[in-house]
């Protein structure tokens, strides 16, 4: 029997038992994450690694805005039309909730980024500016939308398109749109996808960071798995060290046949011995994201389940593989899906086997574009940062995920984590 079968028994020693109860889903996370937060100083020894990390400069926010004006040029797009999304952020360094009531930026072809929000809000939103000086308010009885269209002709757009960022909600594009006839309201991806998709090297080293932390958040995790939580407790003591390691994150945990389900279930089973152990999340560092996956066995693992595991690291390793600068992005889903269809499983997308794409484009956003799928034809270039997770799912057994991000180098891929190492090393610290 393999020495390290036992991997999660012995790096449970330090114990978290307080944490299991037997209630729904809603009420065990509850109960979990109280139980955790009251065992002060628990992870005091952990470092805080968000130490002398540095956000993304208003310089490079500049760079953006530059960037976007020359694409707006380039594609005949008049301004675009940020809601309270990351795209604002990215552009402005401008955080904002979203609510009923309109808040965006507009940033025109030519000229300043001018801000819009209701008339009470104007001075805590110039408290956040760092680009840009122009605000206009709306009272409550007032329409934003008649403002938005008054304030893109004081920019001298009186034609022409308006490009809406792709998260922005309905009702503010037809507010929009109704109230501008003469304006052509278009899709804002080729300046915002295509500007965000290239990461530069600020956005690299704070993914960089994420992930680091993460990896760490993982190692400290698994010490305190026992038998009889659920996924819920983990995730919950998952929370707590993130925190204490600086960050806001955790990991999803799936037990046993849930596993099976990519993202999870409702129903939470008790982890008992030989079960699979699924985790899956990770963390923001000055708002960029790490996603993370792990798949490890509580106690003794069975011949399937090393043999399914080994599948899924050759599939991942594969992916890797095909990443290659100038190839499609889809080649990294076509050489992992291989791989498992090999072995018998699928096909496509069908179970027993991989059943969604091997990966997604990360960045400030933990999905955003950049998908390695079927049809992705771009290829891929410096500055690229994606997922590569060809989840195999087995219904009614379990699955098995392995998950790592990476980000395209001027010489080829590169990890942000190193991928698991086997089904009982999954840091290869043994």
């Not at 937060?37 to 470092?47: C, I, M, N």
């Not at 757009?157 to 109230?179: A, N, Y």
């Not at 278009?186 to 956005?203: G, L, M, N, Y």
Request: hydrophobic share 40%; glycine share 10%; proline share 5%.
């Amino acid at each position: 029997m393999n020495n390290r079968r036992n991997f999660l028994k012995w790096t449970g020693i330090a114990g978290a038992a307080g944490l299991v109860s037997a209630c729904g889903q809603g009420a065990e996370q509850g109960k979990a994450e109280e139980k955790v937060a009251a065992s002060t100083g628990k992870f005091d020894h952990l470092p805080n690694m968000m130490e002398g990390v540095a956000p993304i400069s208003v310089a490079e926010h500049k760079v953006r805005v530059a960037k976007a004006q020359e694409l707006m040029a380039q594609n005949g797009i008049e301004a675009i039309y940020l809601e309270a999304t990351s795209n604002l952020w990215y552009f402005t360094g401008m955080r904002w909730g979203q609510s009923e009531r309109m808040a965006a930026a507009i940033i025109p072809k030519e000229g300043e980024v001018a801000y819009v929000c209701p008339m009470f809000e104007v001075e805590r939103l110039k408290e956040r500016i760092i680009l840009g000086d122009i605000v206009r308010g709306w009272e409550e009885h007032e329409s934003p939308y008649k403002l938005v269209v008054s304030m893109l002709k004081d920019m001298g757009i009186t034609s022409g398109k308006l490009g809406i960022g792709e998260r922005t909600r309905f009702f503010l594009v037809d507010g929009i749109r109704k109230e501008a006839p003469f304006l052509e309201i278009v899709s804002a991806d080729p300046v915002t996808a295509e500007c965000r998709i290239i990461k530069s090297a600020d956005e690299i080293r704070l993914l960089q960071r994420a992930n680091d932390i993460t990896i760490a958040a993982y190692k400290e995790t698994v010490k305190h798995i026992e038998p009889g939580m659920r996924g819920s407790d983990i995730s919950a003591i998952s929370r707590q060290v993130h925190a204490a390691l600086g960050v806001t994150g955790y990991l999803g945990t799936m037990i046993g046949v849930v596993s099976s389900s990519p993202h999870g279930s409702i129903v939470e089973p008790v982890l008992e011995e030989g079960m699979i152990v699924l985790m899956d999340g990770g963390c923001d560092v000055h708002n960029y994201s790490s996603d993370i996956s792990r798949t490890i066995v509580y106690g003794q693992y069975t011949a399937e389940q090393e043999e399914v595991w080994n599948l899924e690291k050759r599939a991942q390793a594969a992916g890797f593989a095909a990443a290659q600068l100038g190839a499609p992005q889809e080649n990294v889903d076509i050489a992992a899906r291989k791989v498992i269809t090999d072995a018998g499983y699928g096909p496509g997308y069908k179970t027993p086997g991989l059943p969604h794409r091997t990966g997604h484009g990360i960045g400030l956003d933990m999905h955003e574009w950049g998908n390695a799928v079927l049809g992705n034809k771009r290829p891929l270039a410096p500055g690229m940062c994606f997922s590569i997770e060809p989840t195999i799912a087995i219904p009614g057994k379990f699955g098995v995920r392995l998950e790592d991000c990476c980000h395209m180098t001027e010489s080829g891929p590169a990890w942000f984590s190193n991928p698991s190492v086997a089904i009982d090393d999954p840091f290869g610290d043994n």
